[in-house]
């Protein structure tokens, strides 16, 4: 979906590093949301934000972090990679508003780490 | 600890048959229940959703049932179509709202 955007779409880096992924919304939701998704496991939830001020932990937070710069930013961070984060990152959004919580998904950012 | 399960084998079905696809949870009482579609490399895309008061909802060519008794969703595609081909995913929502919980996903694959 056009209206979420992430960034970097692929990212291929070491153990150690720091990464950054980006995630970007034009849809004026207030709710946004990281999940990996692993073979197998579908997706999971890492950490979600349900407005600026407030950020808040998901199933499997550990070793990663996230900043909400503004309403419409979500940036998720790995301090330091393993091999284990390798997957596909997510970034999604939803409106308080509508009380059913239907999701728009960005395209993904394919992480591997070496 | 709640759980979700979806076919964790690929469905195989023929152009023209009906697909049927199963969701299944435990220990949870969801408010409703989402389906999602999902093309290999993309993020998934909102289909449908059913509340905990309905039986069946329907959109074109979908049916999702929701037996809160069973704790089991069904999720059907009549007159099925080869660009039907995805994996499909369930995800439950409680009475909170916010957070989705997906199941693993089920592939279909409709052959011409």
């Known amino acids: 979906d056009a209206d979420v955007t992430q960034t970097p779409r692929n990212r291929i880096t070491k153990t150690g590093k720091r990464i950054m992924l980006e995630c970007s919304q034009t849809k004026g939701h207030d709710r946004m949301y990281w999940y990996r998704q692993d073979p197998g496991l579908g997706l999971r939830l890492i950490y979600y934000s349900f407005d600026v001020k407030d950020i808040n932990k998901g199933e499997i937070s550990d070793g990663y972090s996230v900043s909400r710069q503004a309403q419409a930013k979500f940036s998720l961070s790995l301090e330091s990679a393993i091999p284990n984060q390798t997957a596909l990152y997510f970034c999604?959004?939803?409106?308080?508003?509508?009380?059913?919580?239907?999701?728009?998904f960005g395209p993904g950012t394919r992480l591997t780490v070496l | 600890s709640q759980k979700i399960e979806q076919n964790s084998e690929a469905l195989n079905i023929q152009e023209g048959k009906t697909a049927t696809l199963t969701c299944n949870y435990t220990n949870y009482s969801p408010a409703y229940l989402q389906w999602y579609r999902q093309d290999p490399g993309r993020g998934p895309v909102f289909l449908l959703l059913i509340r905990e008061n309905e039986k069946e909802k329907r959109k074109e060519r979908l049916k999702v049932t929701f037996d809160t008794t069973l704790k089991q969703s069904l999720f059907h595609i009549t007159a099925s179509q080869p660009a039907d081909s995805a994996t499909y995913l369930c995800a439950l929502v409680g009475n909170q709202g916010g957070k989705l919980i997906f199941g693993q996903g089920t592939e279909l694959s409709v052959k011409p």
């Open positions: 999604a959004t939803s409106d308080s508003m509508t009380s059913y919580n239907e999701q728009f």
